[in-house]
């Protein structure tokens, strides 16, 4: 149980970490949100699973940041990514260069 | 046997921990370096999301349920800010 817990937490940190990689990687900041937003999303929540089977009584509140999560992360990056859009910032294209928009 | 289980436990406990530091600086290094505003405020929503499962993280190491409803309040701070920071874009900062 308590391993199964461990195997939850790494796959949550490997999930954080690959988003922070592809915030640092992607080449244009609609990129960034994509890659940041989903699998930090992932892995925030399989942290949660992981701290649920160390402490199953903690259930209810991890139940509840799940939730709050699940509603207010692909909000929050939309609305970024339609803020941007109406502030005039075109996405990237293959063959220019970064921040020349 | 036990010997064996506790050291691997020990083992995916510092992975764990080494992947959280280096997911903080990754993001860290993308909101002081990044070209312009909105890459800070990007990284500054996934480094919110990121503090959200490393409290999420402490309150285990902690065995404490309390840093559970601090996690829950840093999560709704970070999204009323991101929020807000997107709103400025969008208006172009008008009073």
């Known amino acids: 149980m308590k391993f199964a817990g461990q195997l939850f937490l790494l796959l949550g940190a490997f999930f954080c970490f690959l988003g922070a990689l592809g915030i640092v990687r992607m080449p244009d900041v609609y990129n960034r949100i994509q890659a940041g937003t989903k699998a930090v999303t992932l892995g925030t929540l399989a942290v949660l699973i992981g701290v649920g089977f160390h402490h199953p009584d903690w259930w209810p509140k991890l139940l509840a940041i799940a939730g709050l999560l699940l509603l207010t992360n692909p909000v929050g990056s939309s609305t970024i990514a339609r803020a941007l859009y109406l502030a005039g910032v075109r996405p990237w294209r293959a063959g220019r260069d970064e921040g020349e928009s | ?95």
């Open chain 2, 1 to 95: 046997m036990a010997e064996g289980v506790r050291a691997v436990s020990a083992a995916l406990d510092y992975a764990i921990y080494a992947l959280f530091a280096c997911a903080f600086l990754l993001g860290l290094w993308r909101m002081i370096a990044g070209p312009q505003t909105p890459d800070r405020i990007v990284a500054a929503d996934t480094l919110g999301v990121i503090t959200t499962a490393a409290l999420a993280l402490l309150a285990l190491q902690l065995e404490s349920a309390l840093y559970l409803d601090v996690a829950l309040v840093y999560g709704v701070l970070a999204f009323v800010g991101v929020v807000a920071l997107a709103r400025i874009i969008e208006t172009g900062a008008r009073p």
